[in-house]
T-cell receptor, first 110, second 114 residues
Framework: QKEVEQNSGPLSVPEGAIASLNCTYS??????FFWYRQYSGKSPELIMF????GDKEDGRFTAQLNKASQYVSLLIRDSQPSDSATYLC??????????FGTGTRLKVLA | EPEVTQTPSHQVTQMGQEVILRCVPI?????FYWYRQILGQKVEFLVS????????KSEIFDDQFSVERPDGSNFTLKIRSTKLEDSAMYFC????????????FGPGTRLTVT
């Protein structure tokens, strides 16, 4: 059974701090990795994707991928209360589907 | 900015009834998906659809489920005889190419089976 693991949290960080969210996956064949943000009762919103080992930055967000360790992370710099949400890690499995983790709930404290 | 739309936003149905959930994917996207999320649980893949046929389906997607692209814009999920355990949020998603590329999700349909 291919799995994506995330710490459910909540992860609490003060406003302005860096939030670090982690994800591990079991399928060594996975090629593409995604971070979605999900507010309560809403749909997943794509915020970052990464396909190659290393770091990818987009504004306040940095995704990090280490395929050897089967590890993906998301850093959120200068965290804001509006960043409070559940962050879902998704990993491709085969050609057509994502496998999602259970998500990490982030709370940014004003 | 183009987005995926879904109707209805909330559907209440009785056990054993048929429901059809509708989605309009982003217009230049070629791959379409349905996922579901039971309250408090993870998002689960149901089915992917390309070139008018199912590309892949999960174990959840049994004979009670079907998908269709009845015209050039709509993509539907039909549940033939709903069960209590079908109560969930159902999300439609689309992508330009296969799952190596980003999938964009619609707002979801909350299905409540009583």
């Amino acid at each position: 059974q291919k799995e994506v693991e995330q710490n459910s949290g909540p992860l609490s960080v003060p406003e302005g701090a860096i939030a670090s969210l982690n994800c591990t996956y079991s399928d060594r064949g996975s090629q593409s990795f995604f971070w979605y943000r999900q507010y309560s009762g809403k749909s997943p919103e794509l915020i970052m994707f990464i396909y190659s080992n290393g770091d990818k930055e987009d504004g306040r967000f940095t995704a990090q991928l280490n395929k050897a360790s089967q590890y993906v992370s998301l850093l959120i710099r200068d965290s804001q209360p509006s960043d409070s949400a559940t962050y879902l890690c998704a990993v491709t499995s085969g050609t057509y589907k994502y496998i999602f983790g259970t998500g990490t709930r982030l709370k940014v404290l004003a | 900015e183009p987005e995926v739309t879904q109707t209805p936003s909330h559907q209440v149905t009785q056990m054993g009834q048929e429901v059809i959930l509708r989605c309009v994917p982003i217009s230049n996207h070629l791959y379409f998906y349905w996922y579901r999320q039971i309250l408090g649980q993870k998002v689960e893949f149901l089915v992917s659809f390309y070139n008018n046929e199912i590309s892949e389906k999960s174990e959840i997607f049994d004979d009670q489920f079907s998908v269709e692209r009845p015209d050039g814009s709509n993509f539907t999920l039909k549940i033939r005889s709903t069960k209590l355990e079908d109560s969930a949020m159902y999300f439609c998603a689309s992508s330009r190419q296969e799952s190596s590329y980003e999938q964009y999700f619609g707002p979801g349909t909350r299905l409540t089976v009583t």
